[in-house]
């Protein structure tokens, strides 16, 4: 199911390039502070935009924002999906809530707490807390450009000389 909809996703991307480069236009992310940092994005699918607008802000606050700006309340609590297959909810292949999980990131990353404390400070079982930085670390790549391995050269030409 996961391996079909990251095919989805990188299928969308693909006609989303097409659009942007008939258009003369870039392609605009929607990936959140959130997604981006569990790596809850397929590589290459809708991870791969030209723009993250919305890519310093929490899941959280996104929802906050759309409230603001007066966006439908339906809207504003409808449940985040990737919308690759029916029943698809974000929070429900995550394992954790919005509200729980940004909770969880800004103590890490806004305030640089580590995770015993943030347990202590959140209350949360100690194996939540894990499960999110697992997460973390297990996505970095996602967050980083591809490996460039370089030859050096000078250094086999002296060698052989």
Not at 22 to 30: M, Q, R
Not at 131 to 150: C, D, S
């Amino acid at each position: 199911r996961v391996e079909k909809g990251n095919i989805m996703a990188r299928s969308r991307m693909i006609i989303l390039y097409h659009e942007a480069a008939v258009h003369k236009g870039l392609v605009i992310g929607t990936g959140d502070r959130s997604e981006i940092l569990i790596g809850y994005f397929t590589k290459y699918g809708d991870g791969g935009a030209d723009l993250f607008p919305i890519g310093g802000l929490y899941k959280t606050m996104v929802r906050q924002l759309a409230k603001h700006f007066g966006i439908p309340e339906r809207i504003c609590t409808k449940p985040a999906s990737p919308a690759l297959w029916p029943g698809q909810t974000a929070e429900g292949e995550i394992g954790i809530d919005y509200n729980t999980l940004d909770a969880i990131l800004y103590l890490r990353f806004e305030k640089g707490l580590r995770e015993k404390r943030i347990e202590k400070t959140l209350g949360l079982p100690p194996e939540i807390i894990r499960k999110v930085m697992e997460r973390i670390r297990m996505n970095q790549h996602k967050r980083r450009m591809p490996k460039i391995f370089t030859v050096d050269y000078r250094r086999m030409i002296k060698r052989n000389v």
